[in-house]
């Protein structure tokens, strides 16, 4: 949270924030029509009617449901592990920064350093199919250990998939939520939730802590789980896929797009079609994404080259299960090298990991 405003003011920026019709665009105009949020609050009502302001977002401000919602934020943030992250700060993400409808106020629960680290967002269907849920969770893991955070929306389905695959070896992950951080939606990801902040991720969200699922909101998300990312993949979607929206809007945003393709037959692979028909990255394997934004190089070509029985990774798994840092230690590859592979015979089937430890399985 921002040292260089007062108490007061925050309380103020907190009534503003709480305020009905009152979005990012709308809130940086009082800003800097006032000088501050704690003007803009005492100013008349004709000087908010002046800036076009409607008469419902105005009238509340001074009221004492405003004014109890903004103490109970100032108590949350009170918690340990709990803050405040504002457009004007110098923590503020600078990718989501230059959105000209950037949130002036972003409440989060875990690490907020973590939105300053290089994120690529995960998006897809909330009924995926289940080699889509595998997929989206190996690649998840490859991405992570490759340095990148995981950032996606807390779904049922791909979401879903995307965080665990992070957190399954320990790499970071951000969810950012179209629900307010006491209100956390959908309730079969309450746990999840938990175990992100627990092992070292951010819940995020830029609607007042209170606020129930509304539909309005989710694109609202969207926008956020793009800006924050240098890209999006999306893994699977329907035509009708909200992940579609948040593809459009990482376009709009100049941020770069990813889509796996899948079966003519599947009506979860349509929505992918579509992004790459519309100049989206067709992904194949995690190298596509990981040389593209990092530059990462293949396996070295006698590695790459070698046939699948003579893997240097399955030979060493068949001898013994081993985690990701100790199979890249025993191959001398790259961490990152050794995820990509890894990726690649978990869905050819030939490996799993299974509580952190990757294992051989006989096909």
Known sequence: MSSLISPSELEARLRLHCLPELGPRRFRRLLEAFGSASAAISAPAPAWRSLG????????????????????????LEQPGQSLLMWDDLNYPGLLAELSDAPPLLFVAGDPALLERPQLAMVGS???????????QAFARSLAGGGFVITSGLALGIDGAAHNGALDIGGGTVAVLGTGLQHLYPARHVGLAARIVEQGGALVSELPLDSP?????????????????????????SPS??????????????????????SIHHPGARGCHQLIREGATLVESVEDILQALRGWQRLAPSTAAASVDDHPLLQQLRAAPQTSEGLALACGLELAATLAALTELELEGLVACEGGRWVHRVV
Do not use: H, K, M
């Open 213 to 237: 699922p509304q539909a309005s909101n989710f694109p609202r998300r969207n926008r956020i789980i793009s800006g924050l990312s240098l890209g999006v993949l999306v893994v699977e979607a």
């Open 241 to 262: 896929s909200g992940s579609l929206i948040t593809a459009r809007l990482a376009v709009e945003q100049g941020r770069e797009v990813y889509a796996i393709p899948g």
């Open 126 to 136: 909330r009924r995926a199919s289940r080699p889509g849920l595998d997929t989206a």
């Open 53 to 76: 302001l409607p008469a419902a977002c105005a009238e509340p401000r001074r009221s004492a449901d405003i004014r109890e919602r903004a103490a109970a934020a100032l108590r949350w």
